[in-house]
């Protein structure tokens, strides 16, 4: 572990776990996240892998001292804690998917708010949390936990399709499958990331969602739901979201007593939440807990629709100071929507790049990236990393915002060296 102090080690500081992203919504996260803790009179010790750090010049220079950290071994992480190499840490969060276990344990080593690291451990592991909610009396696919293609095909055998194939342990559509026929199971379990433990589950039909919310006094409090487009099976890789969701009342409000309560339910207190479900004819089926901010900058378009600063509001909850009144707004009222739409061109290798200079800093347009250069090879798209381009649009309400991404990606092109 190597560091580097930028102001005095005894100030009051964010301990801001795993956020050296170099560029994209988690750039974006870490920067107003250490905006609202300089607000707050924090300074930020920023950790992250080593590599990670050396790729992000940009970000690293935002942050008053910087250290290297693996926040994938929790061990690792209480031991650091517990030497005080951190410093005068008053508050420990991380909006990084795979920094959430290190997080809790930092902050329970330090003895500062946080979720309980047991809890926190359940929620990353899609079985495991799968049974706690079903436990706890939520509608919840069947799943089980295989090390093989065996294991695979005996509960194919005991249950009808179609099934989803998918990692324990991922994001972004990585790896996950549709399966219709067990005569299709070799091929899915093939196409994982990597020969670790995998999950077979039951496939829920219904448009997908994802509700979004902080914890303040160890309560959910839920400040959108958003609407969820993706691809086809067998990949469901998402090409766009809009909150709020453009649904009758009784969907977002299914939804979001769903995702309160099922936060409730599994232990979580502090910081944000990004949970994931399907609408079906029998109403909400909750997927994947987060205890993260959405990514795909659902995180920037949550903020304008909600018009506060919700990261302030987050540091506010662990530091144990009063935080403004998070009312969310009433989706069905005209007002201020949000949408990201992911342009992604076929692939290819880009020769030439067409219309991105004319939609940067037109009104209703929060952030537009090509995400691609000349002589850039865009990918098959089988997951969100292999997406390319991105829109985020604002307007009254989330249809509007979704139909002007879609307008001014129209005038977008790529050019593909024959």
Not at 109 to 125: E, F, K
Not at 136 to 163: K, S, T, Y
Request: proline letters at 10%.
């Amino acid at each position: 572990m190597t560091e580097h102090p930028l102001r005095p080690t005894d100030a009051p500081a964010l301990l801001l776990v795993g956020g050296a992203a170099a560029g994209g919504h988690g750039a974006d996260s870490t920067r107003r996240t250490i905006r609202a803790a300089h607000a707050l009179g924090l300074a930020v010790h920023l950790t992250d892998l080593p590599e990670a750090l050396a790729a992000a010049p940009a970000i690293t220079a935002l942050a008053d001292r910087v250290s290297a950290l693996d926040h994938e071994r929790p061990e690792t992480c209480a031991r650091w804690a517990r030497s005080g190499a951190a410093g005068n840490v008053r508050a420990v969060f991380s909006s990084r998917e795979y920094a959430q276990e290190g997080a809790a344990a930092l902050a329970d080593a330090l003895g500062l708010p946080g979720n309980d690291p047991a809890v926190v451990a359940t929620v990353r592991r899609k079985d495991r949390c799968r049974v706690a909610l079903a436990a706890a009396g939520f509608r919840q696919p069947a799943v089980r936990l295989c090390h093989d293609l065996g294991q695979a095909r005996e509960f194919a055998a005991g249950r009808p399709g179609p099934w989803i194939v998918k990692p324990r342990d991922a994001m972004g559509s990585l790896g996950v499958a549709l399966v219709e026929t067990p005569g299709s199971l070799d091929g899915a379990v093939a196409g994982l990331p990597d020969a670790g433990p995998f999950l077979i589950e039951e496939y829920v039909s219904g448009p997908e969602f994802s509700v979004e919310g902080v914890l303040t006094g160890g309560r959910p409090i839920v400040l959108a739901v958003t609407a969820k487009h993706v691809t086809p099976p067998p990949l469901f890789v998402e090409l766009a979201h809009a909150l709020p969701a453009p649904v009758a009342p009784e969907v977002h409000r299914g939804l979001a007593q769903e995702a309160a309560a099922a936060v409730t339910a599994l232990g979580l207190r502090h910081g944000v939440f990004h949970v994931e479900g399907w609408w079906t004819s029998d109403g909400p089926v909750l997927g994947e807990v987060h205890t993260r901010f959405g990514g795909d900058w659902i995180h920037l378009m949550l903020e304008h629709v909600v018009d506060a600063d919700v990261s302030n509001a987050v540091l506010r909850d662990l530091l144990g100071l009063p935080v403004p009144d998070l009312t969310p707004p009433d989706p069905a009222a005209p007002g201020r929507g949000a949408a990201v739409l992911f342009p992604t061109p076929p692939p290819g290798t880009v020769e030439a790049l067409h219309g991105w200079d004319r939609i940067a800093g037109l009104p209703g347009v929060l952030h537009a990236d090509p995400q691609l250069a000349p002589g850039d090879t865009v990918p098959p798209l089988t997951d969100s990393a292999a997406r390319r381009g991105v829109l985020v649009t604002a307007a009254e309400d989330a249809r509007s915002a979704l139909d002007l991404a879609r307008h001014l990606s129209a005038g977008l092109g790529t050019t593909l060296v024959p």
